[in-house]
């Protein structure tokens, strides 16, 4: 008898027995003892939030099982996804009563109910003197964001009345189940719930990313190296979605063939391919949220690795609710701690920077990246790359333009205080990086930290190099620039390191006082100032 065999997946709940999955018996544990409550005198109406492909609507069938299999005679469980509700933006909300006999069937096979004719005739279903219902409900909504604001405004309302008199009721627990809405982000009303009871979806840690494919390699007789593995949860930080999908990717798509590993070669194909070739829906779904109404505060990330995180700023709670950006702790300079933005994971963070470069400079710059003559003879002569000679040659392609009335930061997105943001100067690095030299070396983005932090790795075949690219804030950090750099330069095995610096001047006499060369712990750091906006 053939074995059928798992596989991963990234689309749509994960279902065990047909894909690899880890219990999360913890988090599947919390959300069942959040409805529950206390099994006499109620349970809890709470959220379930994470943004998309994380696994929200697989633990709500989780909870429901447990609770199916465990309390079968105590409660009566149903489950709606409201996603398939279609309200024309013309209808007044009262549309979305008419919609609920289908859900009240689809969540507790009851048959034949009349639709209800106002909002107060909906919370009747649930009465306890209306004989509908015999015993206790938990009820979960999934895909509540999907709602019209104005019916997601009524139905909380309703919902927090029904939870002030819950003697009244027999909805013993309630789940909602979504992105932002769940949280009352966009509503004047608020959430309908205290925020503390809201359980949000983790991502996945690095143990169960390699319980992952441990099953993969117990199922499938092939191995898949500890290197890749760490690659998978470094460049996605466990995001489940990206996760399942790079498995898909990895072992299908890109499966060097049976009876050999998948190693780090099989792991630079699939991610470069990932990152070019590869169709994701959600991945561009985020990469058409950041290119919105948030765009500066998207772009500002890429260069100030400071930046305050907050949710009770707009774009702050849009980013972070749809996946692009978390939160991450530092000390500021007097020992305090704060907490700051990052991107949500190093993979997105490289999308977005190819992205917005395409967007921002274009597929071809506005002169020839270099003289017609030149043919770079002092940036390959040596055994390591003079990237110093190479950033020159940048600067002297930003005074061609200048001289010939052009400017690369016309028509760029500015902050409010219109100035240019940073991180504009860094894409046009970038971009003329791949039209200078981008047919005789590999050149890839880094981003360390996440945030406010740029390496370029250029490998121009056996020869190699890193420029580091930051935004000047002040003349007293200078110092600390070049000793990160140095720092860093030392982790790789590198002997010298080039630190581009985007100078907020074009004033030459200033730009030459920033620039130079200095050891620092037996690296050579090199220092360009590049004056721009």
């Not at 996804?81 to 507790?108: H, N, T, Y």
């Not at 997105?348 to 967007?359: E, G, K, S, V």
């Not at 004033?507 to 906006?533: K, P």
Request: with cysteine; charged share 25%; glycine share 8%.
């Amino acid at each position: 008898m053939e074995v059928h065999m798992r596989r991963f997946h990234s689309y749509g709940p994960v279902d065990c027995e047909e894909h690899f999955c880890v219990p999360r018996t913890g988090l599947v544990q919390e959300c069942l003892e959040q409805l529950i409550g206390h099994p006499d005198k109620g349970g809890h109406y709470f959220t379930i939030w994470a943004p998309r492909q994380t696994g929200k609507t697989w633990l709500m069938r989780q909870v429901q099982d447990r609770l199916s299999r465990e309390y079968e005679d105590r409660f009566l469980v149903g489950s709606m996804s409201v996603q398939g509700v279609v309200i024309k933006q013309d209808d007044p909300p009262e549309a979305f009563l008419s919609r609920i006999p289908i859900l009240m069937e689809e969540a507790f096979g009851f048959e034949g109910l009349s639709a209800p004719q106002k909002w107060e005739d909906l919370k009747r279903l649930f009465a306890r003197r209306e004989g509908l219902i015999s015993r206790p409900v938990m009820l979960f909504v999934d895909e509540f964001d999907s709602l019209p604001l104005q019916v997601i405004d009524q139905l909380v309302t309703l919902f927090r009345d029904m939870y002030l008199k819950r003697d009244s009721y027999l909805l013993h627990g309630l789940a909602l189940i979504g992105v932002r809405a769940v949280l009352g982000v966009g509503s004047e009303r608020g959430s309908p719930f205290n925020v503390q009871r809201s359980l949000h979806v983790p991502n996945l840690t690095r143990e169960e990313v390699t319980d992952l494919f441990r099953q993969y390699e117990q199922e499938s007789g092939q191995e898949v190296a500890d290197e890749v593995v760490e690659a998978v949860y470094t460049n996605t930080r466990g995001q489940p979605g990206l996760v399942g999908w790079f498995g898909e990717l990895l072992t299908e798509k890109y499966n060097p063939g049976p009876g050999q590993t998948i190693d780090l070669a099989s792991w630079r194909h699939t991610y470069q391919a990932a990152l070019q070739i590869e169709w994701n829906n959600t991945v561009l779904n985020m990469i058409k949220k950041a290119k919105g109404a948030y765009l500066p505060e998207v772009l500002d990330l890429f260069s100030n690795p400071e930046k305050p995180f907050s949710l009770d700023k707009d774009w702050c709670n849009y980013l972070y609710l749809n996946g692009i950006i978390d939160s991450s702790h530092i000390k500021d300079g007097h020992g305090q701690l704060m907490y700051v933005c990052r991107f949500s994971c190093p993979f997105i963070q490289y999308r977005l920077y190819n992205a917005l470069t395409d967007d921002l400079v274009g597929e071809k710059l506005s002169l020839l990246p270099l003289h017609p003559l030149d043919d770079l003879a002092d940036v390959f002569a040596g055994e390591t790359l003079n990237l110093p000679a190479l950033l020159q040659r940048y600067r002297d392609y930003l005074q061609r333009l200048e001289d010939k009335g052009l400017s690369p930061w016309q028509g760029q997105p500015r902050r409010s205080d219109l100035h240019l943001t940073e991180a504009v100067g860094h894409f046009h690095l970038y971009a003329w990086l791949r039209q200078a030299v981008g047919d005789q070396c590999l050149i890839s983005p880094e981003f360390p930290t996440g945030n406010g932090k740029v390496d370029i790795f250029l490998r121009c075949g056996s020869a190699q190099g890193i420029i580091e690219i930051k935004s000047f804030e002040k003349q007293s950090k200078m110092k600390s620039y070049a000793e990160q750099a140095a720092h860093y330069a030392a982790s790789l095995g590198l002997s010298e390191v080039t630190l581009a610096v985007f100078v907020p001047t074009r004033e030459q006499e200033i730009l030459d006082q920033l620039s130079g060369e200095r050891e620092i712990d037996q690296v050579v750091v090199h220092v360009l100032a590049i004056g721009w906006g």
